[in-house]
């Protein structure tokens, strides 16, 4: 199988991260945040929401069905994400210590969106992405998937990568290195298996030990090439933000996950989501795919 590597050069880790990623990780029981606009109505968004107006400029079909498919979902458009870089600002070697880092290096304006773990599994969310066809990286745990690994199949065809979010989501410093390194090797073989890929990321649930020699060994010993954190962590309506300022910067890695109604007090995946887009799409950034700003080993 075809192994990943990232420059050692690029470590984006920052000491004060550790604290902050286990209070916003994914499963942990962080606060929400109410200072989105009020939630739209449960239920499908297509179906108990008006019909876009008629537009009256004389705009050609294929813009006016790009602002439809926005439509359709209550959304306005995010601008679109420009070509990826030709020089990917993360390169990838195929051997030594795996980086650790929660946001690239761009000065374009965009951000990339995570989703963790795979827990809900919303048909919705599936035509969603297929209108929007917005990008994500998905950081999937084997036993949250194993009872349905066919959800995911059509989102990562439409160029979605899949990741590795271990076997069974334990906080990896509590675990000795022999753990670990099970957990980080037995979800490789899952999802390299189930999905024809070798997951080249990985992300410990709650970020819990990424700055750790074991863990670092572990990932090294099972096949993904970068440890992969995140700046900003999605609730309901609003994100957390580490940055003081609450803004998003050019290349933020944004925190969400795949749940539903139960963990949203229920609000529903698509409309957690579409109220992620909104806040992306306030701030004037674009939303581009993480695998594109990385460069495979020679
Ligand atoms: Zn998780």
Known sequence: MERYGWNRTRTYAAGALALTALVAGCGSAAPEVPSGPPATGAGSPAASRPPAPTRTDPATPAADAA????TKWNLKPLPPAPAPPADKPLKLTATGA???FSEVPTTDKVVFVTLDDGAEKDPKFVEMLTDL???????LTRDIVKNDYGYFKPLKALGNHI???????????TKPAEVQKSEVCDA???LTQQYGVAPMLFRPPYGDGAHTPALNTAVQQCGPRAIVLWRESMQIHDMQYQAADKKLKPGDIILAHFRGP?????????QMFGELLSRIQEQGFAVARLEDYIKPPA
């Open 163 to 173: 990741h590795n979010h271990t076997t069974d989501h334990p906080a990896m410093s």
């Open 188 to 190: 490789q073989a899952a």
């Open 133 to 139: 066809k917005v990008p994500v990286s998905m950081f």
């Open 67 to 70: 602002v439809a498919v926005w």
């Open 262 to 270: 139960k963990d949203l007090k229920g609000e529903t995946m698509t």
């Open 98 to 100: 795996v980086p650790v």
